[in-house]
């Protein structure tokens, strides 16, 4: 059974073609504390998903701008129907980890900020923002992540602010949440 609060959403995805090869994504972007993991793993729920979770890839704490990069080429490889990689990101030691699998699938989720960059967009079927008040995204974020975030906040919700300046993303949603 779809969850009600889905149902716009699921059908939006039903109606597009994948754009992956036989692969159809969906971003779910947007800035941090926003509430996207918790959508994009409820959106996987009802349909079914497989979810890749950008924070797995981010190359430490600046490297916001070097992730849609590692994320395109990992589509184009699926894109041919082969099974995309990209370097896990370790955070505790702050170094490459091993290699991310990511194999074609009926449906991807890209959840994370910059999932939605203008060269991932090629592969999305559908692209969607969530968004929630600053406040609120920063004490969520802060009591998600504890003190492993705080230090950090300023640095990173800087760096969001250049990249969806730059990229446009929210005006290119296909649809826009508020949590």
């Given at each position: 059974?779809?969850?009600?609060?889905?149902?716009?959403?699921?059908?939006?995805?039903?109606?597009?073609?994948?754009?992956?090869?036989?692969?159809?994504?969906?971003?779910?972007?947007?800035?941090?504390?926003?509430?996207?993991?918790?959508?994009?793993?409820?959106?996987?729920?009802?349909t079914?998903?497989?979810?890749?979770?950008?924070?797995?890839?981010?190359?430490?704490?600046?490297?916001?701008?070097?992730?849609?990069?590692?994320?395109?080429?990992l589509?184009?490889?699926?894109?041919?129907?082969?099974?995309?990689?990209?370097?896990?990101?370790?955070?505790?030691?702050?170094?490459?980890?091993?290699?991310?699998?990511?194999?074609?699938?009926?449906?991807?989720?890209?959840?994370?900020?910059?999932?939605?960059?203008?060269?991932?967009?090629?592969?999305?079927?559908?692209?969607?923002?969530?968004?929630?008040?600053?406040?609120?995204?920063?004490?969520?974020?802060?009591?998600?992540?504890?003190?492993?975030?705080?230090?950090?906040?300023?640095?990173?919700?800087?760096?969001?602010v250049?990249?969806?300046?730059?990229?446009?993303?929210?005006?290119?949603?296909?649809?826009?949440?508020?949590?």
């Open positions: 059974m779809i969850s009600h609060r889905y149902d716009a959403i699921v059908q939006l995805i039903d109606g597009r073609q994948p754009a992956c090869g036989s692969t159809t994504v969906v971003a779910v972007d947007g800035p941090s504390g926003a509430g996207k993991t918790s959508f994009a793993d409820g959106l996987a729920d009802v079914g998903a497989d979810v890749l979770h950008l924070e797995d890839l981010y190359p430490g704490w600046h490297g916001l701008a070097a992730t849609p990069p590692l994320v395109a080429g589509l184009d490889t699926i894109a041919v129907d082969g099974i995309g990689t990209a370097p896990r990101w370790d955070w505790a030691q702050n170094l490459p980890g091993p290699l991310l699998h990511v194999p074609p699938t009926r449906l991807l989720i890209l959840d994370g900020v910059g999932s939605g960059a203008a060269m991932i967009r090629p592969h999305l079927s559908a692209l969607i923002w969530v968004d929630a008040p600053p406040g609120v995204r920063k004490e969520r974020a802060l009591a998600r992540d504890g003190g492993t975030y705080a230090p950090f906040w300023d640095m990173w919700a800087a760096q969001e250049e990249h969806f300046t730059a990229e446009g993303t929210r005006h290119r949603a296909d649809l826009v949440v508020t949590t």
